[in-house]
Every structure is written in C-alpha cells, then in structure tokens.
C-alpha cells in the first residue's frame, strides 16, 4: 500500500480517536457543546449514549490502526472498518446532521478509494 494511502488511513483513525475523546469524556464540556451544537441540559441527558457511541468509534480508531499494523497483509482489515466507517457516516447524515457525510464519510471513503486502487 502506497505511504498516502496509509496515511489516510492513519487519518480517519485520528479522526474516530477524536470523536471517542469527544463523546466520551468533553460531551457536556465547553468543546463538545460547541462541536455538537447542544446545550448543557441537553448534553447532559444524552451523555451516557454519547459515552456507548464514542466507544464504538474507538472501535473503528483501533480496528483501522490494526489494519495499518499489519501492513499490506491487513488490506481486508483496512477495507472492512473503512466501509464501516462509511455506513455509520452515511446512517449519521441522513438521520443526524448531513455535515457527517463530509467529516466521517467522505474521508473513509477516499481512504477506501486509495486502499483499493493500490491493491489493484
């Protein structure tokens, strides 16, 4: 696999790295307010959802990090978190905010683009 191609990968982990911290622990603080758009009240009645889906985003983090340890024996790996990674993205913009597709979405898709074609 190409270095680009792993280093979006590598990016998209980053990215669900990110949404764990978010979700999991700054859900009701000023930066998960802020990234999710919600009031205090409201982030405090949803936190403990919040806390199970940022979980499994650590999921996806870990499983495209695995996939990158592995190596080129790891392109299964890679490929099936990254269309995870799609699925929960396009599941979270056409139910949540349509501004999912562009963040979680389309990056796991560019990376999945690349992972293929290098395989090729």
């Known amino acids: 696999m190409s270095t680009v191609a792993a280093v979006l990968v590598g990016l998209v982990a980053l990215l669900h790295a990110y949404f764990l911290v978010l979700e999991m622990f700054l859900w009701d603080k000023p930066a998960g307010l802020k990234a999710f758009g919600q009031t205090l009240e409201a ?49 979270g913009a056409a139910t949540a905010s349509r501004k999912i597709l562009f963040v979680q979405a389309l990056p796991a898709a560019v990376a999945l683009a690349l992972v293929l074609v290098l395989v090729a």
């Open 43 to 91: 982030a405090r009645a949803s936190k403990v959802l919040a806390a199970n889906q940022g979980l499994y985003n650590g999921f996806l983090a870990a499983g495209l990090v695995w996939g990158l340890v592995l190596g080129d024996a790891g392109t299964g790996v890679k490929v099936f978190f990254l269309v995870c990674v799609i699925v929960a993205g396009l599941f």
